[in-house]
């Protein structure tokens, strides 16, 4: 089908649309694509989830506002239909894929997922159809990974099909909002297929949708997250800083911000989640052949994932300072997922923290009120604990009732990775406070 023809039926809303992977973004893409009046269909490998969505169900836990309501609306009218059989998506007219892309321990990309939805789409792959690849890639991904696997059977791109790239940037908590609000970059095999691709992203999204070429797609998308880890990891080295000097990161930082031209982000108990832990690595993937040194990136990852076991540093020295070996103390650590308010724990700093814990000999029980595993009661949990490491603001702990958690704890320890809490109102409980970025409260 010529592009023009393609056009038309998105101008149209009568193309059919495919969605590969129901997961954090694929799920929402797909339910705004059938609400936008397009047929959609959405391969998922996970049965039981495949079952969920077609009963008009999110699968996706934390609080995700319009989203039910939108899947039970897209779901009653069949708009968006789920499915785990690849031959539904022969009669798709535009295919986005939106598959996991980890990077491993050695921080290189692990695309079995891609290339495993490359290979199911190139064997069913309507002539005439779009691909767009929604998921986050190394630089060169497109040309050397996506295309290849396309062109197979003497298939050929902007002849037989047509291929983009187009970043999403969700983020748990504010999926459909950051879908609908936040600007995309649209990276086409050609001009023309931008066009299409803008027009298609027009119906659902309203912001600049900015048309380049594929390897700008991928750059912009790994970039704009090395970024934030790179900001993030300069709060963290200021606050490590911080405690050695005797001073508060809190208050340091919020002075430094008053300059002008200054944003210092949050330092913290880790950086956890889909994006910002793997993106660098995506990036310096892309260049990893061209014998170029990269300094800063590779050494922000680092000062992030020290974190953590910082964290079960601080609680080590809290509770030596009562006197109590870590080695025999039992810890709670409050908050597993990697954000605030979600249920998502994907490359949580809270994993690590637990791990160092142990490493140091301490037993370890776990609270997240957004974590099936640990949602038990709080103040159970903290009966008998020696001290309490709180990793996630959850909005549950900004509320907390301290003096109850003190009543509860053996040991009033209270060791703070967020910022949830203030020294006065710990202290006014009868807590020792420690807090990241900050000197332990009672030892200066
Ligand atoms: N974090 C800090 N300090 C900060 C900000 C975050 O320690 O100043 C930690 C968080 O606790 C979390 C991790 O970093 O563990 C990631 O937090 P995030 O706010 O970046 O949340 P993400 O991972 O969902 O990031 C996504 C990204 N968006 C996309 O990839 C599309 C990110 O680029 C966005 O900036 C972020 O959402 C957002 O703010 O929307």
């Known amino acids: 089908m010529p592009l023009n023809d393609l056009l038309k039926k998105v101008q149209t809303s009568t193309a059919r649309i495919g969605v590969i992977g129901l997961g954090y973004v694929g799920l929402p893409v797909a339910a705004m694509f059938a609400e936008a009046g397009f047929s959609v269909t959405g391969i998922e490998i996970r049965e039981d989830r495949v079952a969920v969505i077609n009963s008009g169900k999110s699968p996706i836990e934390g609080d995700e506002p319009g989203l039910n309501d939108l899947l039970?609306?897209?779901?009653?009218?069949?708009?968006?239909h789920a499915t785990s059989n690849y031959q539904e998506l022969q009669d798709c007219d535009i295919v986005l894929i939106d598959v996991?892309?980890?990077?491993?321990?050695?921080?290189?990309?692990?695309?079995?997922?891609?290339?495993?939805?490359l290979k199911s789409l190139a064997g069913v792959l309507k002539s005439g159809a779009l691909v767009v690849v929604e998921s986050t890639i190394a630089p060169g991904t497109m040309r050397g990974l996506v295309l290849p696997a396309l062109e197979t059977g003497g298939r050929k791109v902007n002849r037989d099909f047509y291929l983009g790239n187009c970043p999403e940037r969700v983020m748990p908590g504010r999926l459909l909002q950051n879908l609908r609000t936040l600007s995309r970059v649209v990276g086409g095999g050609s001009p023309e297929t931008a066009d299409v691709m803008k027009a298609l992203y027009a119906l659902v999204v309203q912001a600049d949708l900015d048309a380049v070429d594929w390897v700008t797609a991928e750059l912009v998308k790994?970039?704009?997250?090395?970024?934030?880890?790179?900001?993030?990891?300069?709060?963290?080295?200021?606050?490590?800083?911080?405690?050695?000097?005797?001073?508060?990161?809190?208050?340091?930082r919020g002075l430094v911000n008053k300059s002008p031209f200054r944003n210092m982000h949050l330092p913290g108990a880790g950086v956890g989640g889909h994006c910002i832990p793997k993106d660098p690595w995506l990036l310096a993937y892309g260049v990893r052949d061209s014998g170029l040194?990269?300094?800063?990136?590779?050494?922000?990852?680092?000062?992030?994932?020290?974190?953590?076991?910082?964290?079960?540093?601080?609680?080590?020295?809290?509770?030596?300072?009562?006197?109590?070996?870590?080695?025999?103390?039992?810890?709670?650590?409050?908050?597993?997922?990697?954000?605030?308010?979600?249920?998502?724990?994907?490359?949580?700093?809270?994993e690590t923290a637990i791990r160092s814990l142990k490493?140091?000999?301490?037993?370890?029980?776990?609270?997240?009120?957004?974590?099936?595993?640990?949602n038990s009661d709080l103040f159970e949990l903290a009966a008998g604990c020696d001290a309490a490491v709180v990793m996630v603001k959850h909005d549950l702990y900004s509320s907390l009732d301290l003096g109850k958690l003190k009543s509860a704890l053996r040991l009033p320890i209270l060791v703070d990775g967020r910022a949830v809490f203030t020294s006065e109102a710990a202290e006014k409980a009868g807590l020792r406070y420690s807090l990241v970025g900050k000197a332990v409260s009672g030892t200066e």
């Open 359 to 374: 490493e140091m000999g301490a037993q370890v029980v776990v609270h997240d009120p957004y974590v099936a595993e640990y």
């Open 293 to 350: 040194p990269l300094r800063l990136i590779p050494a922000a990852r680092e000062v992030n994932e020290w974190m953590p076991g910082h964290m079960a540093e601080l609680t080590r020295a809290a509770l030596a300072a009562v006197g109590k070996e870590i080695s025999s103390a039992r810890v709670l650590v409050m908050g597993y997922a990697y954000l605030e308010n979600s249920d998502d724990t994907r490359n949580s700093p809270s």
């Open 100 to 117: 996991e892309t980890p990077v491993d321990e050695h921080h290189i990309p692990r695309y079995q997922a891609l290339q495993a939805a």
């Open 222 to 252: 790994t970039v704009e997250n090395a970024y934030r880890d790179v900001q993030i990891a300069f709060a963290n080295e200021v606050a490590l800083i911080c405690e050695q000097m005797g001073a508060d990161i809190w208050q340091v």
């Open 72 to 80: 039970a609306r897209v779901a009653s009218s069949r708009k968006l």
